[in-house]
């Protein structure tokens, strides 16, 4: 295999793919999303920049996908800045910053000296489970199934709600027809779950990544007059046994304000990991 001069970045083409997949396979559990974009990249619109120090393998990455920047630093904050950032910002469009909180930080402080700074931060924690869920007892009436495209209509008010609670940074105005569109997609790509009471949709649960052996679920939302009952909590807890059945770990990760929600995840098994940081640019 090729070996690369010490201190070294450089931009991986696609029939270069070996070299950053290397990288996430190492720690995946930390780089569910990162490796999700990574196996569905573009190597026309999107960038793989890594860094080498010497023998035959990457020790770093910056991944480019759809606007946001994933740094893949393997647990180092001591990087060398990749020389190729200012010209690149000037043909790129970057909107957020996103991975463990240490490594955004890193790449945040590459990027001040350039004159780019974000302008919000939200800091979660990420979480994983690698066995069969807890037990948890579903309230009288609560019904699970695999949402289909005919619950669109239906579950659309849901997806509004929660990307308005949970995914808008402050002051982003709401697009209805971006949202119907996300949420055509993550019917027609991702895995869904619907909980049905009193004969409606009150909640839901879907995947938004999946790396080479493990998913990560988001996108949960429960009706405010049925939270409180462990609906979130239960749903977390079925899906989440879906996914394992198919032999996948699974990942989350949860605002660190959201103090409900951590709670509800823990109940179900799931453990704490890292730090984990989105800034918005």
């Known amino acids: 295999m090729e070996r690369f001069p010490l ?24 780089y569910v999303a990162a490796c999700s974009r990574f196996r ?29 920047l994933f740094p893949v630093f393997n647990g180092k904050t001591d990087i060398t800045p990749p020389f190729f950032l200012e010209r690149a ?22 990027l001040l000296p350039l004159g780019v700074s974000g302008r919000e931060t939200v800091n979660f924690r990420l979480m994983t489970l690698e066995e069969r869920p807890l037990s948890v007892k579903a309230p009288d009436g609560l019904v699970f199934r695999r949402a289909e495209r005919g619950d669109i209509d239906e579950l659309l008010p849901l997806q509004a709600a929660y990307e308005k609670e949970e995914v808008l940074p402050t002051g982003a105005i709401f697009d209805s027809r971006s949202c119907r569109y996300s949420l055509e ?6 895995k869904i779950l619907v909980a049905s009471m009193d004969g409606r949709i ?37 899906f989440s046994s879906l996914l394992l059945a198919e ?35």
């Not at 070294?8 to 029939?15: G, L, N, Q, S």
């Not at 573009?42 to 606007?67: C, E, Q, Y």
């Not at 959201?258 to 990991?273: E, I, P, V």
């Open 202 to 238: 009150v909640a839901k649960i879907n995947t938004n990544a999946e790396s080479y052996s493990r998913c990560q679920i988001g996108g949960v939302y429960v009706l405010p007059e049925y939270r409180g009952r462990g609906v979130a909590t239960c749903l977390t807890a079925v």
């Open 247 to 281: 032999n996948k770990g699974v990942n989350l990760f949860v605002n660190n304000k959201n103090a409900a929600a951590r709670k509800a995840y823990a109940r179900c098994g799931f453990r704490d990991l890292a730090a984990y940081r989105i800034v918005y640019m």
């Open 40 to 68: 569905t990249m573009n190597f026309v619109k999107d960038h793989a920049w890594v860094f080498t120090s010497g023998g035959a393998g990457a020790s770093a990455m910056l991944l480019h996908s759809r606007g946001a």
């Open 89 to 110: 910002l000037k043909n790129i469009a970057i909107y957020s910053l996103q991975g463990l909180a240490l490594e955004v930080e890193t790449l945040e402080s590459m």
């Open 7 to 30: 201190c070294r970045w450089w931009k991986a083409h696609e029939i270069e793919r070996i070299w950053p997949e290397t990288l996430l396979r190492m720690k995946e559990i930390y």
């Open 185 to 190: 997609r993550i019917i027609g790509t991702e």
